[in-house]
T-cell receptor, first 116, second 112 residues
Framework: NAGVMQNPRHLVRRRGQEARLRCSPMKGHSHVYWYRQLPEEGLKFMVYLQKENIIDESGMPKERFSAEFPKEGPSILRIQQVVRGDSAAYFC??????????????FGNGTRLTVT | RKEVEQDPGPFNVPEGATVAFNCTYSNSASQSFFWYRQDCRKEPKLLMSVYSSGNEDGRFTAQLNRASQYISLLIRDSKLSDSATYLCVVNMLQTGANNLFFGTGTRLTVIP
């Protein structure tokens, strides 16, 4: 029973390139969340998605960042024209449907993005 | 004011000691509370949920005080393997989104 799978584990991009981070939720989970953790800081909520729907993107920067969770395949967090300040650990988490506010999240092992 | 605030520490304690962390939250309508543990450069992992009546899991005890809007975690008989950052997490359930707010974490080092 695989957990939340994220890839790649490490990603290096030059300034101006695009970064694509992938996340496959746990089996049976239909809710996906993306968080960002800057060095020495806490996790910051970015976006919450269900299949084919963005439910809450209040934590997403207005430009360059987008997320999707298609009907088939993993959730993708896309960062266009990366800048050094985008360097961080990006964690994906999932939760099962129907448990409302009381379901804890299961995290993937993260993608560490380094922008050079 | 931050949604969730924690003392960042670090807490350096000897093996066998008892240590307590506190966390305060700003939204009185918050519904769910959790403690997560994060090891260096790893993902957060759920340590325990926090219930209104308080709950215990082995050496770990979590308490919730809704009137004062704080959550605590008590670790008894500390082990070296308890060294980690402990994250206080609160579910604000804003706009129907099931999203969690994380504190910045309290770093614990247990010393032999």
């Amino acid at each position: 029973n695989a957990g939340v799978m994220q890839n790649p584990r490490h990603l290096v991009r030059r300034r101006g390139q695009e970064a694509r981070l992938r996340c496959s939720p746990m089996k049976g989970h239909s809710h996906v969340y993306w968080y960002r953790q800057l060095p020495e800081e806490g996790l910051k909520f970015m976006v919450y998605l269900q299949k084919e729907n963005i439910i809450d993107e209040s934590g997403m920067p207005k430009e360059r960042f987008s997320a999707e969770f298609p009907k088939e395949g993993p959730s993708i967090l896309r960062i266009q024209q990366v800048v050094r300040g985008d360097s961080a650990a990006y964690f994906c988490a999932s939760s099962p449907p129907g448990q409302g506010a009381h379901s804890p999240l299961h995290f993937g092992n993260g993608t560490r993005l380094t922008v050079t | 004011r931050k949604e969730v605030e924690q003392d960042p520490g670090p807490f350096n304690v000897p093996e066998g000691a008892t240590v307590a962390f506190n966390c305060t939250y700003s939204n009185s309508a918050s519904q769910s509370f959790f403690w997560y543990r994060q090891d260096c450069r790893k993902e957060p992992k759920l340590l325990m949920s926090v219930y209104s009546s308080g709950n215990e899991d082995g050496r770990f005890t979590a308490q919730l005080n809704r009137a004062s809007q704080y959550i605590s975690l008590l670790i008894r008989d500390s082990k070296l393997s308890d060294s980690a950052t402990y994250l206080c997490v609160v579910n604000m359930l804003q706009t129907g989104a099931n999203n969690l707010f994380f504190g910045t974490g309290t770093r614990l080092t247990v010393i032999p």
